[in-house]
């Protein structure tokens, strides 16, 4: 696939967390995020809060792809202000709070999806994300499963 201008490719894989074997989360690194898929469009707004910084607001769009495990995003950083206006587009919403253990993020997410947790993993190249074992934690891989992108997640919210 041809990079489109400005955009990077994102290299990450999903697994769908057993909570009974889910690792401590006490202690751990955490954020929230909120995320409004906007209706219509591959664009999502999503402000991460949390950890004692700044809030963090961006737009984002992920491009179609035929490989689950690298596709192209393009984040534009926004203002709080910038954030505000765009904010009241009609869309879906789902939040989660992001803990990072042993180099994942787990998804704990809140709402209609409470106990569901999902693990992910970024690397910088295709190779080094598909060199990663999924953890003990994890019952099984969902990288391709339409289901469990955010997006869906958050249009069954």
Same mark, same amino acid.
């Given at each position: 696939?041809?990079?489109?201008?400005?955009?990077?490719?994102?290299?990450?894989?999903?697994?769908?967390?057993?909570?009974?074997?889910?690792?401590?989360?006490?202690?751990?690194?955490?954020?929230?995020?909120?995320?409004? $898929? %906007?209706?219509?469009?591959?664009?999502?707004?999503?402000?991460? *809060?949390?950890?004692?910084?700044?809030?963090?607001?961006?737009?984002?769009?992920?491009?179609?792809?035929?490989?689950?495990?690298?596709?192209?995003? *393009?984040?534009? $950083?926004?203002?709080?202000?910038?954030?505000?206006?765009?904010?009241?587009?009609?869309?879906?919403? %789902?939040?989660?709070?992001?803990?990072?253990?042993?180099?994942?993020?787990?998804?704990?997410?809140?709402?209609?999806?409470?106990?569901? %947790?999902?693990?992910?993993?970024?690397?910088? *190249?295709?190779?080094?994300?598909?060199?990663?074992?999924?953890?003990?934690?994890?019952?099984?891989?969902?990288?391709?499963?339409?289901?469990?992108?955010?997006?869906?997640?958050?249009? *069954?919210?």
């Amino acid at each position: 696939m041809e990079l489109p201008k400005y955009a990077l490719f994102e290299h990450e894989r999903r697994f769908l967390v057993d909570p009974a074997r889910c690792p401590p989360l006490d202690g751990a690194a955490m954020v929230r995020i909120e995320d409004l $898929y %906007i209706v219509a469009t591959r664009l999502r707004l999503r402000r991460v *809060t949390g950890a004692g910084a700044a809030p963090v607001y961006k737009l984002c769009r992920k491009y179609l792809s035929d490989d689950p495990v690298s596709a192209p995003i *393009t984040n534009l $950083y926004l203002t709080a202000e910038e954030f505000a206006q765009l904010d009241v587009l009609p869309g879906n919403r %789902i939040s989660k709070c992001r803990y990072r253990i042993d180099g994942f993020g787990l998804d704990v997410f809140e709402g209609r999806h409470a106990g569901l %947790i999902i693990a992910e993993i970024e690397a910088p *190249t295709q190779a080094a994300v598909l060199a990663q074992m999924m953890p003990g934690w994890a019952m099984r891989e969902v990288t391709g499963d339409p289901a469990y992108s955010g997006a869906e997640l958050a249009r *069954t919210a």
